[in-house]
């Protein structure tokens, strides 16, 4: 697709749709819009702009279908496989100032959003009424973000993924029409699912300007557990079990002995340097907790677990979720100079040790550090690589890991990403993973978005 550049009439006439505030050509912003947190380069956009409302998204969008002017959506820019960089250069549509809670229906457990809310401001409205939003990537994301990469976290094993969570959308096509999917009803049988199509698109069929989210109720009593193991396929090992005794634990978290050394090295824990497991449960009572947390410790001492430390006091609980949730900046501040590359799959639990031998291995012979983690419950394996900043040698060794870890994850039955989505990095593998579909996601892609102007480059190899 050839697309146009925004020249002076485009410039005037976008500018006239929000006012000179909210428009911008000037560097620091263009510089601000060009990338994500990932490895990939930047692109300049050519116009940044902040809508305040759908009916000026539809407006921007009408124009820029008719003038060819490429779209990509911004959240907060955390993404880590490119998914907002705008190859295509265009206009970045930034949604910080559509960040409104419009609704909280406690009764229903439902929120109506617009897409610039950011998820931890959501749940520090919604802890006073005893209420939150699963869905936890750890980075300062925007719901609207979350929803185009159906974003997950820590959680995620027993609240789901973004999709999970999701009700109804209203989005802008790239005509400009707005259309409103789904219900507020907690389950449907009706028509086609078009929210699960639209979530997880990475704003390459449609913008979303208002969500209704589905919340939980804060639980009265949380647990958690810390088991050891020597070997870290013993501790994959034992995440199979555990889910398959149905004990459903909040979390189950696997991190590789070097990532513990870290944590430890930042926030003075004191945990046994060996691969681990952070377990945590939720639940009404104290006795009913305390029988699953039994039962996970005799499923990991009969996984050759060598400690398994229970009733983690609040305060010890929270240092350590923490020092998870800060694992990548953690590990990328400990390598200055260096550029960190995120390996997000996926697989069937009961390959999850296989793919975590194979993805130490790796590691190991790269020569480049690395870091093993995941969210092992849902079966999602991270390598984080810090090679060095602009050596094109180690870039290709980290190419090649990547892509010996994405083809075992689709052999074994995975995916090439749990939850970082496609972006840049992994439209590669779009064709071994989906195979024949693959032409009808274009297909689905050309329905939506004819002239391709919104997100190009994205998803589609
Ligand atoms: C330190 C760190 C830890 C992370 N940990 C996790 C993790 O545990 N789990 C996880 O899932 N992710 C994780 N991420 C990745 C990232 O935080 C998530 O993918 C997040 O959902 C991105 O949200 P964002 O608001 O930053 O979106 P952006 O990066 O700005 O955009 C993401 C995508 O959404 C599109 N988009 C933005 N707004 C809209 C809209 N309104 N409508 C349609 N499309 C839109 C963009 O075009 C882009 O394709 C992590 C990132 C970092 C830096």
Redesign the pocket.
């Given at each position: 697709m050839k697309f146009k550049s925004v020249g002076r009439k485009d410039a005037e006439h976008l500018e006239s749709i929000v006012g000179p505030d909210r428009f911008s050509m000037g560097q620091s912003n263009l510089e601000l819009h060009s990338k994500?947190?990932s490895y990939h380069p930047a692109v300049l956009p050519e116009a940044v702009i902040w809508p305040v409302n759908r009916t000026e998204v539809s407006e921007i969008l009408r124009y820029a279908n008719e003038q060819l002017v490429p779209v990509?959506?911004?959240?907060?820019?955390?993404?880590?496989e490119g998914?907002?960089i705008p190859v295509q250069r265009g206009l970045v549509l930034d949604?910080s100032m559509m960040n409104r809670i419009v609704e909280i229906r406690d009764a229903d457990f439902q929120a109506d959003v617009e897409?610039g809310v950011v998820y931890q401001d959501l749940n520090e409205k919604l802890r006073h009424r005893g209420l939150f939003f699963a869905p936890d990537?750890?980075?300062r994301?925007?719901i609207?973000?979350?929803?185009?990469?159906n974003?997950?976290?820590i959680r995620t094993v027993r609240y789901g993924s973004t999709r999970a969570n999701t009700l109804r959308l209203t989005v802008v096509l790239a005509s400009g029409e707005i259309i409103d999917m789904g219900s507020r009803s907690s389950k449907t049988s009706s028509g086609y699912d078009l929210i699960n199509l639209f979530i997880g698109s990475?704003?390459t069929l449609g913008?979303?300007v208002q969500a209704t989210v589905r919340l939980k109720g804060l639980c009265e009593e949380i647990s958690a557990a810390i088991a050891t193991f020597s070997d870290v396929e013993a501790a994959a090992g034992a995440v199979f079990e555990i889910k398959r005794s149905g004990i459903d634990p909040a979390s189950l978290e696997l991190l590789a002995q070097e990532c513990v050394a870290l944590m430890n090295k930042e926030r003075g824990l004191g945990l046994a340097v060996l691969p681990t497991l952070f377990i945590e449960f939720h639940g009404a009572g104290k006795n009913q907790l305390q029988e699953s947390v039994d039962m996970a410790r005799e499923i990991c001492q009969s996984c050759g677990c060598d400690h398994f430390m229970s009733g983690i006091e609040r305060p010890a609980r929270d240092n350590i979720l923490r020092a998870r949730y800060e694992m990548?900046?953690t590990i990328m501040r400990n390598h200055p100079g260096c550029s960190h590359t995120v390996i997000d799959v996926a697989v069937p639990v009961s390959a999850y040790p296989e793919l975590i031998s194979l993805a130490r291995e790796e590691a190991l012979k790269s020569g480049i550090p690395g870091y093993v983690f995941g969210h092992a419950g849902d079966g999602n394996l991270h390598l984080i690589l810090m090679g060095k900043t602009l050596d094109h040698a180690q870039r290709a060794i980290i190419d090649n890991v990547s892509n010996r870890l994405v083809i075992k994850a689709i052999q074994v039955g995975g995916t090439s990403t749990g939850?970082?989505?496609t972006g840049i990095g992994k439209r590669k593998f779009m064709e071994t993973e989906h195979g024949a579909s693959l032409e009808w996601m274009k297909k689905i892609k050309t329905l939506f978005d004819p002239n391709g102007i919104l997100?190009p480059g994205?998803i589609l190899p």
């Open positions: 994500d947190q990509t959506g911004w959240g907060s820019g955390t993404s880590v998914n907002p949604f897409p990537p750890g980075a994301a925007t609207g973000g979350m929803l185009a990469n974003a997950s976290g990475e704003g913008l979303v990548a900046e939850e970082h989505g997100n994205k």
